[in-house]
């Protein structure tokens, strides 16, 4: 019989600190069609995965195919990405956390099957028996590959040094202590951990080492640690330390934030987009729906599309809509159409005037949280580019957060400018104020559909052209494609719900005003 398998985690985990929401929601439903499938497919497969160990080799494969490959969508296999996952990233820079070097083909060849059976391969991968070919020849090589120390980088050197020693990774301390005792350690020691590298780099010879989660940094003598390496402790964090006390807030009967959020055009967008997608539209091979289904869609949500528009990537409305119908799972890709997710039934109730309120507000933040936490597309086109997604994306929850704060409306443009200051401070240069600007409103934007944020724009506003003209022509309120002076923001009541059940979640104090009596 099928067995349940439980992500494990211990002192060898390798962390998944960038693991996206796609390759978890697939790693969950590779589990439950193994433990809970009846077909003969799934027994068949189940013995492959003799512990929960190999869930977390796929996790750590399929993040580093993301991060290191540039191939977030597990679903997409072209013709080279298994020998470049495993040969040319995965044994040059992992350890055998998991017993990866056993594992690590089984729990592809599973990943695999359970794409074909299920028929979730993305439209534009490889023909299956050519990617199985591929993945048995890479599987081959795989063993030799980990074992071949002379492609080892750096972390992989000092990860395995540090586990032969018996260091507990998941112990700060201990970690801390061997890096120290290796910075101070004899070149025949430093010769015997980093082998070739030294050759290649001689300077590590005199480097001092920094370990933080999956990440190794050699820094040079008398160089201070980069912030971002730095161990934090909120008890000394001067930063901690002289946070704002978030202030009392009222908030409305829950059936007043349920209506609300019921409302929202966010909520009625993704459920126009799953019952849009019924029972199946086809897809291109780039999986995006065909011109007329565009602009169908974009009629559904009540967006206007030129008949230029070919796919939802011309239209920076429509992609964003997209790509969250998508990360909600209200959207999903079976091969070469887009259904409705398994995720819409459980909105359409959520909508209904007879739910539960806690219900309909449960599924609404679900949402909301990955509308104001996924990838800031600034702009129509295919995909985020990643280091300018990494730079936009706090922005929206940070302007929530200040807005939580200061509790009264505000000029948008002295929210830009406070944000600017609290995190660059008060000489920040242009470009990178003006990069900030465009990114905390963009980040408002899923705020207002949600219903969280009001924005509000005084009827004699002069809008410059340029914004009027890309406000029409890709559906962006004009406030958030360039600044307004007089527009004003502030958070709704279920904008403040939203803000402090985050706060609580985090452990932070977020004090509820009592109703008046």
Known sequence: MPHRLPPVRDADHYPASMFNRVSVRLVRDVCGWLS?????????????????????CLEVLLEARANWLNCPDPTLWKTGDAHRLLIDSAAPRLTDVYRLTEQGPTVLRVLVDFLDDTDR????????????TELDRAAAKFPAAMADESVWRLAKRIFTAMRADGVDLADDVAVDAWAAAFGAASTERRRAVLGGLLDRQPELLTSQFVIRDSQVAAIAPGMPVPPQLRRHDPDTCQDCLEAPVNPPVALPPINELADAARESALVRKMVA?????????????QAFPSAADTRSLGAALGVGVRDSVRDPRDHLGLIRGWRLAMDTEILRLH?????????????ERAVADDTDPEH??????????????????????????PKLDEFCRPWGPRALGELYRINEPVQLDDLVDTLITDYHGSDAEEMLAVMIGAAVRTGLVAGTEAGAVAVTVPANAEIDQLARHSSVLFGEPAWAVAPIPGTRVELTP???????LNLLAEGTN????????
Do not use: Y
């Open 36 to 56: 809970g499938g009846a077909d003969q497919d799934a027994a068949d497969v189940a013995w492959r995965l003799p512990d929960g160990n190999a869930v977390c």
């Open 273 to 285: 987009c799953g019952r849009w997608a019924g029972a199946g539209r086809r897809v291109t091979r």
């Open 335 to 347: 091969r070469t159409a887009v259904v409705a997710g398994p995720v819409l039934p459980a909105l």
């Open 121 to 132: 391969f993305h439209p534009g991968s490889m023909r299956i028996a050519a990617l199985r």
């Open 360 to 385: 309909t507000l449960r599924v609404w933040k679900d949402i909301v949280d990955i509308a104001l936490t996924g990838p800031t597309q600034l702009a129509a086109g295919d995909n985020p580019i």
């Open 494 to 500: 279920l904008g403040r719900h939203f803000v402090r």
């Open 510 to 517: 977020a004090p509820l005003l009592e109703p008046a009596t």
